[in-house]
């Protein structure tokens, strides 16, 4: 059965760190580009970051370059989100998703093939 399954989020203060994990089973995650995204309350979903299947290439939403950090472990067949400096405004739950094969197209940000459930992220002091 094709899966991902995301963990990792929780309640974090600002200013706080957060490592999400996206894991797959049921196909080889690193034959596929990757994608996060979120939804906060009363927004509509956006793109966060993607990684490429076959060189490792990220791409960041401009709003969160240098605070987030995404990364895979092929042998693991994990995607990490690696989440600094957390604002209030980082409050969502966030997905991943698969976003086709090869390199993160200039649209991933727009489609998901496979997605996971969701993993609460809540900024708060």
């Known amino acids: 059965q094709v899966q991902l399954v995301e963990s990792g989020g929780g309640l974090v203060r600002p200013g706080g760190s957060l490592r999400l994990s996206c894991a797959a089973s049921?196909?080889?995650?690193?034959?596929?580009?990757v994608a996060w995204f979120r939804q906060g309350p009363g927004k509509e979903r956006e793109k966060v970051s993607c990684i490429s299947s076959s060189d490792g290439r990220t791409d960041y939403a401009d709003s969160l370059k240098g605070r987030f950090t995404i990364s895979r472990d092929n042998s693991k067949n994990t995607v990490y989100l690696q989440m600094n400096s957390l604002k209030p405004e980082d409050t969502a739950v966030y997905y991943c998703a698969t976003v086709g094969m090869g390199p993160c197209s200039p649209w991933w940000g727009t489609y998901g093939d496979y997605w996971g459930q969701g993993t609460q992220v809540t900024v708060s002091s």
């Open positions: 049921g196909f080889t995650l690193g034959s596929y580009a």
